[in-house]
């Protein structure tokens, strides 16, 4: 069982950045695919993000060349920069192994509005 905390998120402008993090504990942290995901109300949880364990990243047509997923297996943690956000990049933003593990963490809020 992998457990995950998610951080970092907030209230930010239209153009301003944001650096998310999430926090693995529970297993061997190094060995996962990670992923970032974000929920916006009323919609389906999409996945935004991915880095593997060998560190190769993909993304989202939408955030691509905005964000870059990183990770730091020293300290188990896998970030998500966030620069030129958009009013539509606004929801809860979650990370979560590949394949997900079966309990999600609580996911950290990004708003970005003028």
């Known amino acids: 069982q992998v457990q995950l905390v998610e951080s970092g998120g907030g209230l930010v402008q239209p153009g301003g950045s944001l650096r998310l993090s999430c926090a693995a504990s529970?297993?061997?942290?190094?060995?996962?695919?990670m992923d970032w995901y974000r929920q916006a109300p009323g919609k389906q949880r999409e996945l935004v993000a991915t880095?593997?364990?060998?560190?190769?990243?993909s993304y989202a047509s939408s955030v691509k060349g905005r964000f870059t997923i990183s990770r730091d297996n020293a300290k188990n943690t896998v970030y998500l920069q966030m620069n030129s956000l958009k009013p539509e990049d606004t929801a809860v933003y979650y990370c979560?192994?590949?394949?997900?593990?079966?309990?999600w963490g609580q996911g950290t809020q990004v708003t970005v509005s003028s």
């Open positions: 880095i593997t364990s060998g560190g190769s990243t």
């Open positions: 529970g297993s061997i942290f190094s060995i996962y695919t």
């Open positions: 979560n192994t590949k394949p997900p593990a079966g309990r």
